[in-house]
């Protein structure tokens, strides 16, 4: 497998950015029309923590890692790494002493389509890691790959420079060109969410909020007291 690495990707505004980090990874997606995830299988290592930031993406091969060590070159402040590999691969590829460097170089996280290990130390140390598995399974370094090419992750195509934020929820990608409208989307939803909020707070119902009775009557749903429903069901 040969390779390439991009140097130099456009990349969305810095500002853009961290405004969309002041969002949830739901709110974002159903701000862009329910798109953008990365799939359930993407999981956080610890909780409670939330990143945005600018993809650095990597193509390697299952096993190996040699490829990330390329990517720590490119990567720098703001930026997530993403890695994926040509078919799937749940070996531990990226561990403490990678988070280290990337730390040191600013990156706000990693997203791995793959394994991940150094759990505990990654927590300790606070660095975010998304993955597909937790696996202590070690890597070799011997076949290239490519970084800073689009990449597919759970058929969701990730572009360098695109928006990745992620939290407890999952991991969803923002196109870098919607960056600016996905913020006014998102911040549009929880205004509507806030005031959704209050209305339940004060007693309201969904079924009434939403319209959602008359949806019942299209659909045939009916209503019986329990008494009703008893007799019904012993004459059926």
Known sequence: MSGVIVTGPPKAELKDVDALAGFGVATVSEAM?????????????????????????????????????????????????????????????????????????????VVLDTGVRDTQELRDMGFAAWSRAVSAQGTVKATGGSVNVPVAIDGQVVRPGDVILADDDGVVVVPRERARETVGRSEAREAREAATRAAFLAGQLGLDRYGLRDKLVQLGVTYRTYEEYVREEARS
């Open 33 to 109: 029309g329910r798109t953008g995830l990365l799939g359930p299988a993407i999981r956080p290592v610890q909780q409670g923590v939330r990143v945005a930031g600018t993809a650095v993406t990597v193509l390697g091969w299952p096993g190996d890692n040699l490829m990330i060590h390329a990517a720590v070159e490119q990567c720098g402040e703001g930026d997530i790494l993403v890695v994926t590999t040509t078919s799937p691969s749940t070996d531990g590829l990226f561990g403490e002493l990678f988070a280290t460097a990337l730390q040191r170089r600013g990156v706000r996280g």
